[in-house]
T-cell receptor, first 116, second 114 residues
């Protein structure tokens, strides 16, 4: 059973379109994340959610809107796609930070978005 | 702000050689956490280790070992007797106690040749 799953795995679309990426985790974690990996493999946080509440929005254009319908899901909707949005998007989850500090994050397989 | 530097962009070795990946970090936090992840050619990110700033003991897991030196702000990773399956991009990452995110280094690409 996949712990963190994302759909779709590949997404090819044209500039100006709107698209969504779905993420689900079955680990019982309270915290979920979206990361972007660019063409040089650099990984950067986009959003963090804890118990369905937005904790971090790391200077991401407001064309990107995350939504967490419940603790097991964190979806990413992107409006008016641009060429620069082409990247691999990773969803991740972890146990909530507590007295022991932040826990390791478990990543989904990634969604490769190509904007033409 | 947290910063992680992986100065080695690419390392190429022949099978059975040892390879050490450097990771240097910067943080103002007194409590922080360090991580290593592996990204094989298939693309997924695989968690390898988590270490907190109070635990400076080195750790060994099979052919993998980690050397944490607070005095030099380094958390280096060694693969002993490398194998072709170790070929991957390896990322070092840092998180403060309440960061709710990982700050990643740029990654080091390891190629192990048969």
């Amino acid at each position: 059973d996949t712990a963190v799953s994302q759909t779709p795995k590949y997404l090819v679309t044209q500039m100006g379109n709107d698209k969504s990426i779905k993420c689900e985790q079955n680990l019982g974690h309270d915290t979920m994340y979206w990361y972007k990996q660019d063409s040089k493999k650099f990984l950067k946080i986009m959003f963090s959610y804890n118990n369905k509440e937005l904790i971090i929005n790391e200077t991401v254009p407001n064309r990107f809107s995350p939504k967490s319908p419940d603790k097991a899901h964190l979806n990413l909707h992107i409006n008016s796609l641009e060429l620069g949005d082409s990247a691999v998007y990773f969803c991740a989850s972890s146990q909530e930070s507590g007295l022991a500090g932040p826990h390791e994050q478990y990543f989904g397989p990634g969604t490769r978005l190509t904007v033409t | 702000a947290q910063k992680v530097t992986q100065a080695q962009t690419e390392i190429s070795v022949v099978e059975k050689e040892d390879v050490t990946l450097d990771c240097v970090y910067e943080t103002r936090d007194t409590t922080y956490y360090l991580f290593w992840y592996k990204q094989p050619p298939s693309g997924e990110l695989v968690f390898l280790i988590r270490r907190n700033s109070f635990d400076e003991q080195n750790e060994i897991s099979g052919r993998y070992s980690w050397n944490f030196q607070k005095s030099t702000s380094s958390f280096n990773f060694t693969i002993t007797a490398s194998q072709v399956v170790d070929s991957a991009v390896y990322f070092c990452a840092l998180s403060g106690r309440n960061d709710y995110k990982l700050s990643f280094g740029a990654g080091t690409t390891v190629t192990v040749r048969a």
